[in-house]
Structures are given as C-alpha cells and as structure tokens.
C-alpha cells in the first residue's frame, strides 16, 4: 500500500469515526521547530513523509463530501494557505502518533510537537470551502 493511500485511509478513517475537523489530523503530528533541512533528511526514513497543501485540498472531499476542487481551484487555495501563513507541507510520521500518552504542556504551541489541524485546521477548512465558491 503507498504513503498516500495510507494516509488518505487514515485520514478517512478518523473522519468518519470523529466528525469534527480538529480531529480529522489531529494525531497528523509534524515537529513545527525542525528545519526544511532536518524535514527533508526525515523523510528519508520509510517512518517519515510529506504532507503537502495541495496534497490536503486535492483530498479534503473525500472527508468533508461534495465534488473534489478543480486544479485552478487547488492552485487557488495553496495560494490562499501561504498568505495566510499555512506553511506549504508538513513532514509527518507515518508509523505512528507521536507524542501520545505525553503530559508535556509544550505539545501544540507552534514551536515543537504540533498537530497539523490544531494549529492550521480551521484556516484550511475554511480556504478549502472558499476554494469551491471559486
């Protein structure tokens, strides 16, 4: 099975079990204070891969219904997540959560251990409904 499909059924899967967006990739953890350098030397490892914003508004309707976007309309909401700070991938662990079971108090601050729609959920929730209207 590939990474992709992998994580579209991952994804998918915790969707469908939580109905709530925060959750959705709420255990999708990359580490915010890494380096692009330290990011691309991860995913080199079979445990590590890359989770781009194209990658995340290509697949958003299998999770949240309706049609996929069109290209001009994914093309359009990368766009929109860079201007509004969503950085353009997330280097993510594929073998399992990190951080779980953690009483560390610094887990999603934006400056370590982060979960992707924690810190960036809603803004991509919302670009992505935007997107559509385009």
């Not at 990474?3 to 059924?9: N, P, Y």
């Not at 891969?49 to 309706?66: D, K, M, P, R, W």
Request: a negative charge; proline letters at 1%; hydrophobic letters at 45%.
């Amino acid at each position: 099975m590939s990474r992709r499909v992998f994580l579209s059924a991952s994804l998918a899967s915790a969707m469908l079990l939580t109905g709530t967006a925060g959750a959705v990739l709420g255990h999708e953890c990359a580490i915010s204070s890494r380096s692009a350098q330290g990011n691309i030397g991860a995913v080199h490892s079979a445990r590590w891969t890359t989770l781009t914003t194209e990658y995340i508004f290509a697949s958003a309707h299998l999770f949240v219904g309706g049609e996929a976007l069109t290209e001009e309309q994914i093309a359009w909401a990368v766009e929109a997540a860079a201007a509004a700070g969503v950085p353009s991938s997330f280097t993510i662990r594929t073998d399992k959560t990190i951080g779980e079971g953690s009483a560390n108090p610094n887990l999603t601050d934006g400056r370590g251990l982060d979960h992707i729609f924690d810190l960036y959920g809603e803004t991509l929730l919302g670009i992505f409904f935007a997107a559509r209207s385009q």
